[in-house]
């Protein structure tokens, strides 16, 4: 078999009821079905999926299905295994419930290749409230606007980029465009292999993708943004019963984002970005995390002690940054940051408290809390 242009890893785990409609997008694609090496890794999934693999990998001879002989419970190990298997120049990742353009391979791989990029990233599609599908306009806000902004300019400043006939967001320093650290998804995106052949997802923790993202944006040394859909995003799994293992409000998810986001830390100090790495993105994370997981998940109040103490360095720097951070959060970030741990415990925790975030899931803080999109 000739060597394809472009490596497609996509990891699975029990999802029968979308897997073949994502592969069949594969399979369409305008680019060239037979330029696609597509590498999928099945981790121990108890439904169909791995047949539907096997069913595909028969029929072409540029698909390759592996299968772990152990449920690694999250998709960093069979990312990797895939990043270890691939033998293209450049490498796809996509989701397994997600479906691609028909166009998607075309633009991002000639794009790539014109602009010598080292990473191009483009738009993805949504289904909103109304039910209908449509251009995520939220991922492309905080990619280009600064989180110190109000929500309604950060959203007509997009809208204004956005609109110009010739959009084209090209980044060669940080520095200078430091907003796309807000953008949030490995897919989407084309990668120079040589760019990222080395590194690897954490293997054991959810948001294993956005230490891996991260790293990537501070190697590369020129990224291109494009208005061009790429993904359909299956946002139905957020809250649905069959609802992705990354959004599942557990301990494990609870502890491993802020996990993740530790290592984010780690990384951005390795890479001296740890500035841009507070200010444009660590609140929005943590913010997320905590009105999202934190609020939602069951946690003593032992333990939530022992997690802002083990974590505060992050609770702080975000609280110091001041960006990315609604009040609610910030509160509790700010006794945190003046060492009252106890209060901030109880700011949480305590149902009699009536700055309690937690204090009556009927009251409207909460409802408010639970109406708010984050991305």
């Not at 001879?61 to 449920?71: A, Q, S």
């Not at 990619?143 to 902004?149: A, F, G, I, N, V």
């Not at 294993?208 to 946002?235: C, G, M, P, T």
Request: net charge negative; hydrophobic share 35%.
């Amino acid at each position: 078999m000739k060597k394809c242009k472009i490596s497609l890893i996509i990891p699975v785990f029990n999802v029968e009821e979308y897997l073949t409609k994502a592969l069949d997008s594969v399979v369409s694609q305008t680019f060239g079905f037979e330029n696609i090496e597509v590498i999928l890794v099945d981790d121990c999934s108890t439904d169909g999926s791995a047949d539907i693999i096997r069913k595909y990998a028969d029929k072409y001879d540029n698909v390759r299905g592996f299968y772990l002989d152990e449920c690694s419970g999250f998709p960093g190990k069979p990312r990797n295994i895939g990043l270890e298997k691939a033998t293209s120049d450049y490498i796809m990742f996509l989701d397994s419930d997600d479906c691609l353009e028909n166009t998607a391979c075309e633009m991002l791989y000639n794009t790539i290749i014109a602009e010598d990029a080292d990473i191009v990233s483009g738009s993805f599609t949504t289904i909103n409230k109304k039910g209908v599908r449509k251009l995520n306009e939220w991922a492309w806000t905080i990619t280009l606007t600064s989180p110190d902004l109000e929500k309604d300019t950060r959203k007509k400043m997009a809208k204004e980029l956005l609109s110009e006939s010739d959009f084209k967001y090209v980044v060669t320093d940080l520095d200078e465009k430091p907003t796309v650290l807000g953008n949030s998804n490995i897919w989407c995106k084309i990668y120079k292999r040589s760019v990222i052949e080395d590194m690897r997802f954490p293997e054991d923790i959810v948001a294993q993708d956005s230490v891996f993202l991260l790293e990537s944006f501070y190697r590369a040394d020129k990224i291109v943004f494009i208005k061009d859909i790429i993904v359909h995003y299956n946002n139905k799994r957020v809250k649905d019963e069959n609802r992705s293992v990354s959004f599942e409000k557990t301990n494990r998810n609870l502890y491993g984002r802020i996990r993740a986001y530790d290592l984010m830390n780690d990384i951005s100090i390795r890479y001296d970005r740890k500035e841009l790495f507070d200010y444009y993105l660590l609140g929005t994370k943590l913010d997320y995390w905590y009105e999202k997981y934190l609020l939602e998940t069951e946690i003593s109040a032992a333990d939530l002690r022992d997690l802002f103490n083990k974590y505060s360095h992050l609770f702080k720097a975000s609280y110091m940054a001041g960006t990315g951070l609604s009040e609610n959060t910030k509160k509790v970030f700010g006794q945190i940051y003046e060492d009252n741990i106890d209060n901030a415990v109880n700011l949480v925790l305590n149902p009699q408290n009536p700055e309690s975030p937690k204090k009556n899931k009927n009251g409207s803080v909460f409802k408010k809390i639970m109406k708010k999109i984050r991305k």
